[in-house]
């Protein structure tokens, strides 16, 4: 959702956030999207548990199937 609303992470995004969690941060935001690409059912059940709105679902779903590697639009 943010990437939706604010657009992919700058520069200055990664190399803070790399900075607090370590150089495996673009792989492992990589690594969650396949996995909810790979598996609807753990997508679903992520969306009920987090009482996701449907018009937010249909985005983030969106989003997924029209994503590359390393977070970029395929």
Not at 4 to 30: Q, T
Request: charged share 30%; proline share 3%.
């Amino acid at each position: 959702m943010m990437i939706e609303r604010w657009g992919e992470p700058g520069a200055e995004v990664w190399h803070r956030a790399e900075g607090a969690y370590g150089p495996s941060v673009r792989a492992d935001l990589e690594k969650a999207r396949k996995v909810f690409q790979n598996d609807s059912n753990f997508l679903d059940a992520c969306f009920d548990r987090l009482d996701v709105s449907r018009d937010a679902q249909a985005l983030i779903r969106r989003r997924l199937v029209g994503t590359g590697t390393q977070g970029e639009r395929a």
